[in-house]
């Protein structure tokens, strides 16, 4: 049996052995069925023979000797099994859909042993000989092993390349003599040079991967599935340069499948999107998840007429009628990505539009705006690129100069107003602003959607495409932009650039919290540099008490940003790793990689100075990107360009040291001092600002008051309350907090004084938490609501419901978790019910 660990608790297995073949591109052709709520096809991987397997075979070595042992150490003998599945062959994509299993088979999926397993989902021939067994022949067979779970794979071949008319182009070197043998080097030889074309055949290349892709199969190939994994293999091939490099795999998700998520609407019209899980797309397709398997992909989506598909591709796909009440969807890429990062969304999703003039003078101002500081960003795109080949806008000139690219917005009908009202103004403001920060767009369109309310966080990017919780909707703009520009930052750190080890990711999620604030200073053209830099200082307190909270109060384990230290970026031989902590289901909700990640490059701007700061920023953009990257790949060039900080002290080792390899609060952040306590923004609400009296102290009392006469009532007159920005807001309801008791009026007064019920998310979260401590009963419906539209934030407030162990806050928990329950993610219904039960 392979290695089973704990899905909610473990480290992420990422089992895919990259050094001895790596895939370079997928094509997938795939039905969506919202009756039996799977999704079914197959995916074509063209493959190269890994740089593990070419080292080793140079030296003379016995190649895929280690990595027999590594598996062999995961996994005790399971049997290979060729299904007995009647799928016709056939050239055509669109005629390669209606699987033909028997009830046989399909009884067979259903495993009693385990969720994940499908061991048995193919009744027919069964190999008596383990995939590791070496008896009746002196070596063992090359074992392909892709990253693969909770899916129904129902048969895996070779495809015939060779087959596909006008491939001659690829094979003039190669010498077919009729030998089979031969027949499948020449097979290889025909994907090794597709894969291997110059970045400015792009196109040709997709052509040809489509055609080959229809290609008919020529031989089924061995194959066993276990809990996180999908193994394959060829009887008596022995080496990857010898294993077929294009496969076809039939398969089919299912419904309970960990990676898309199977809901309703705003609209409650049904819908499916990849909601970022933990085990990201490997529920979705056999993939290699490893970030180092860097590859391009296409893909056909049919689905009902009516539903919308959106995807991540370089193309806004327009939809063509397969047959009738079927419509197909088209999208590729032609920019190397891990696999991770593929998203999709079927819905009926509606466009939102708006051609006002207000729209088109937001645009046309902020590209104004935005064309000095790219200027300097010019000179550096004359150098070479530093990543694979591919066609790379920074080396577009008119891709340089546009500050802002094709973008959608897309929602549930009910949201389109809402929509409308913000946040459709707001994308043209912050990618103008970005690009005035970094330069050019590495992507070349954007798609913005609305996902429905079961989405576990507040955004999520992915190439060409972001998801927003509705939760940014209400309130005003400010949080919609802040995380509209956080999300935005992320298609350069994070996508354009990756952590080539993904226990760093502080190296995405640290650069866009600190890029956030810089990209929303931009957007809002009409602050003074005063009013931005006090915005600044007051999310920078905001993000230390929370940075404080977490740090008291999570594991000290899940606290480090760097948890390997020295070992980070190693693989094993067979390039299989494990994504450490990737598994525990309260890790997602931590925001300690955000936070201290945030303030290490604050604290690194602020020693260097914002103007060095950012100029140095954009040089690594640009020598980065399209490549993988580990902390010190940053921190080495920022050091070196300006070397005068090597000489105070500051180096890799002592920043590993002080903030990425210690849990707790990094040293120099507390010997930093507590600055934004200069800030007018924080004086207004609690500090020493003799404009404005003590915003805290004066609600502090007033209750005193109320509660020393409570017969007596408040006059509506008597007190006259500031109106606060939302972080303002957000800070006072923090120090009220902190009060032991609040009276009944003073809660009604301070949610009237302040309409919190229609402020944005993070207001009304700290409003509900005053609610919760003080039992205010008025304002349980606050609390309903918000566990029931705003599933992104709430998962905190059930804890603090059955905290004070008040039966009715009891009781009103588990009312909100048992509508919610069935559309929750698997992580957050985990962590809610231990909480609840």
């Known amino acids: 049996m392979e290695t089973q660990l704990d899905p909610m608790k473990d480290d992420l297995p990422l089992m895919a052995n990259t050094s001895y073949m790596l895939v370079k591109h997928y094509v997938l052709d795939l039905d969506v069925d919202f009756k039996s709520k799977v999704i079914e096809g197959s995916i074509v991987l063209f493959f190269e023979t890994g740089s593990q397997y070419r080292k080793t075979s140079s030296a003379g070595k016995e190649c895929c000797q280690p990595q027999f042992d590594e598996i062999c150490k995961m996994r005790a003998s399971e049997p290979c099994h060729i299904p007995m599945i009647n799928v016709s062959t056939c050239s055509s994509k669109t005629e390669c859909n209606d699987f033909a299993v028997s009830g046989k088979e399909e009884e067979a999926t259903s495993d009693e042993d385990s969720n994940h397993s499908n061991n048995e989902q193919a009744s027919g021939i069964s190999s008596s000989k383990d995939c590791c067994d070496i008896e009746d ?4 067979d090359f074992l392909l092993v892709l990253d693969c ?3 129904s794979v129902l048969k895996v071949e070779e495809v015939d390349v060779a087959a596909v008319s006008g491939i001659k182009k690829f094979t ?8 089979s043998k031969e027949l499948e080097n020449l097979r290889n030889r025909i994907v090794h040079e597709l894969v291997t074309l110059p970045a400015d055949r792009w196109k040709e290349q997709l052509h040809y991967f489509t055609h080959c892709s229809q290609a008919p199969g020529c031989g089924e190939l061995l194959f066993s599935t276990g809990t996180w994994s999908l193994e394959i293999r060829k009887s008596g091939i022995q080496t990857p340069v010898d294993f077929p490099h294009a496969i076809r795999i039939w398969y089919k998700t ?3 499948g960990r990676s898309v998520a199977w809901t309703t609407d705003q609209s409650g019209r049904p819908c499916v999107y990849t909601m970022g899980s933990p085990i990201n797309n490997r529920a979705l397709f056999p993939c290699q998840e490893p970030p180092i398997a860097l590859s391009t992909w296409q893909a056909s989506v049919r689905t009902a007429a009516g539903f919308v598909v959106l995807m991540s591709g370089e193309n806004s796909a327009e939809p063509v009628q397969h ?4 419509l197909s969807w088209y999208y590729y890429v032609s920019m190397p990505m891990p696999a991770s990062t593929f998203t999709i969304a079927v819905g009926c999703w509606q466009e939102v539009k708006q051609q006002s003039f207000k729209q088109k003078a937001a645009i046309g ?3 104004e705006f935005s064309l000095p500081s790219s200027q300097t960003d010019l000179r550096w795109h004359e150098e070479i690129c530093g990543h694979v080949e591919y066609p790379c806008r920074f080396q577009n000139p008119a891709a340089r100069l546009q500050a802002v690219i094709p973008y959608r917005v897309f929602a549930p009908w009910c949201l389109m107003e809402s929509c409308e009202e913000y946040l459709l103004l707001l994308v043209p403001q912050c990618l103008s602003a970005a690009y005035a920060t970094l330069g050019t767009h590495p992507f070349s369109r954007l798609d913005v959607l609305i996902v429905p309310s079961n989405f576990s966080s507040l955004g999520m990017a992915s190439p060409h495409i972001i998801f927003l919780s509705q939760s940014v909707l209400p309130g005003g703009s400010h949080l919609c932009g802040t995380r509209l520009c956080h999300e935005i930052a992320h298609a350069w750190f994070g996508l354009a650039i990756g952590a080539r080890d993904w226990t760093e990711e502080w190296i995405s999620e640290g650069f866009a919290t600190f890029l956030e604030d810089i990209f929303w200073a931009r957007a809002q053209q009409q602050l003074s540099h005063d009013e931005i830099k006090g915005q600044q200082e007051l999310k920078a307190l905001l993000r230390w008490r929370r940075l404080r ?5 999570s594991e000290e384990e899940l606290q480090v940003l760097r948890p390997k230290k020295e070992s980070t970026g190693e693989l094993s031989e067979s390039g299989a790793s494990v994504v450490k902590y990737g598994l525990k289901a309260e890790k997602i909700f931590m925001q300690v990689h955000y936070l201290k990640g945030y303030f290490l490059l604050r604290s690194l701007a602020r020693k260097i100075g914002e103007v060095s700061y950012l100029a140095s920023l954009r040089k690594f953009v640009v020598k980065f990107h399209g490549q993988l990257v580990l902390s010190q790949d940053f921190l080495s060039m920022l050091l070196e360009d300006i070397p005068k900080q090597k000489q105070s002290g500051l180096t890799v080792e002592s920043i590993f040291q002080n903030w990425l390899d210690t849990s707790g609060i990094p040293k120099p952040l507390l010997e930093e001092g507590e600055t934004w306590k200069e800030c007018q923004l924080v004086q207004q609400v609690s500090g020493e600002d003799h404009d404005f009296e003590l915003q805290v102290t004066k609600w502090i009392q007033t209750n005193r008051r109320i509660r020393k006469s409570s017969k007596k009532k408040m006059k509506q007159d008597e007190v ?19 009060e032991k008791t609040l009276c009944p009026r003073i809660l009604q007064c301070l949610e009237r004084t302040y309409q919190l019920q229609e402020q944005d998310a993070e207001v009304r979260h700290r409003w509900c938490e005053l609610v919760i401590k003080h039992k205010y009963e008025p304002g349980y419906g606050d609390i309903e609501r918000f566990l029931r539209e705003d599933q992104a934030m709430g998962v905190y407030l059930y804890g603090e419901l059955m905290v004070n162990e008040d039966a009715k806050q009891q009781e009103l928990a588990r009312k909100c978790f048992a509508a919610a329950q069935e559309h929750m993610d698997a992580s957050s219904a985990k962590v809610v019910a231990e909480m609840l039960f």
């Open 137 to 140: 022949h002196g070596n063992k």
């Open 149 to 151: 779970c909770d899916l």
């Open 172 to 179: 003039r070197s190669a010498k077919l003599t009729g030998v």
């Open 254 to 256: 299912k419904p309970e």
């Open 323 to 326: 047959q009738e009440g079927i």
């Open 365 to 367: 101002t902020n590209t």
């Open 549 to 553: 909270d977490e740090v008291q109060n």
């Open 720 to 738: 006259v309350f500031q109106q606060l920005l939302p972080d303002q807001l957000v800070l006072l309801l923090e120090f009220l907090l902190e």
